[in-house]
């Protein structure tokens, strides 16, 4: 069998970046000074942000949920993306983190459209309601993706995404010593992606590999 394909490389996504619109003085900004504050440079890139907000805009969702803080860039990306009225709820364990975001999330043009709720995510899954969202992003902790996907699977409505981050496994996905101690995770969770049959998934490989996945 022979399949149009193109071995995409390095250069090949460079130039996907240059064609994207780039990010603002203002995310610009929050990712430089979330490195100066300490905190991880693990946000999403601006490619994938712009990903995440036309599938938002496709299913035009209004309650989206953001497993992962961090810094707040992906939930204010995702929440420019939302009608008046939309809301992103954003998970985060790390306290210092979630300060940082609703300090800069109160700064930004979304700051009536996001929710930061600190804790363990599962804590805070628990409390949202079935079929409440439209849309789910997770992004935390590797070894927690099961139960967040099984969360989200009741939590997100019928036709709604789950979307996954680091598919590829920060890079290391084929190594074989990786050094990531999450990479065994990410690599169950995708055996797990692959064989659930309340998803209709597939893998794009932008930024370090995403899953996007609709409720059947
Ligand atoms: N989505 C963000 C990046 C998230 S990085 C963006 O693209 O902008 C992963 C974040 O998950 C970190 O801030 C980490 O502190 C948080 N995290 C780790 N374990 C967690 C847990 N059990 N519950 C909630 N957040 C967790
Ligand atoms: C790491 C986590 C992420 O979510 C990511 O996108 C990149 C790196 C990490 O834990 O190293
Ligand atoms: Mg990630």
């Not at 992103?88 to 300090?103: C, D, G, I, S």
């Amino acid at each position: 069998m022979s399949v149009d394909q193109t071995l995409v490389t390095a250069r090949h996504f460079d130039y996907v970046d240059a064609h994207t619109v780039p990010e603002d003085a203002f995310l610009k900004k929050l990712r430089s000074d979330a490195v100066t504050a300490g905190i991880p440079a693990i946000s999403i890139g601006p490619s994938q942000a712009s990903f995440l907000q036309i599938l938002l805009r496709v299913v035009r969702a209004q309650v989206v949920i953001d497993v992962g803080t961090l810094a707040g860039y992906s939930a204010i990306s995702m929440a420019r993306a939302l009608p008046q009225g939309g809301v992103v709820m954003t998970l985060e364990l790390n306290p210092k983190h979630a300060e940082f975001a609703r300090q800069r999330i109160a700064e930004s043009d979304v700051k009536d459209k996001v929710v930061v709720y600190v804790g363990p995510a599962v804590t805070t899954l628990k409390t949202f309601g079935s079929d409440s969202a439209d849309a789910a992003f997770l992004d935390a902790d590797k070894g927690g993706y099961p139960v967040y996907l099984e969360e989200c699977l009741r939590i997100v409505r019928k036709g709604g995404l789950i979307l996954v981050d680091n598919a590829f496994a920060f890079g290391e996905l084929f190594a074989e010593t990786p050094r990531d101690p999450e990479t065994p995770a990410v690599r169950a969770f995708n055996e797990l992606m692959a064989r659930e049959r309340r998803l209709q998934s597939v893998i794009v490989p932008l930024g370090d590999g995403c899953w996007v996945g609709v409720k059947l």
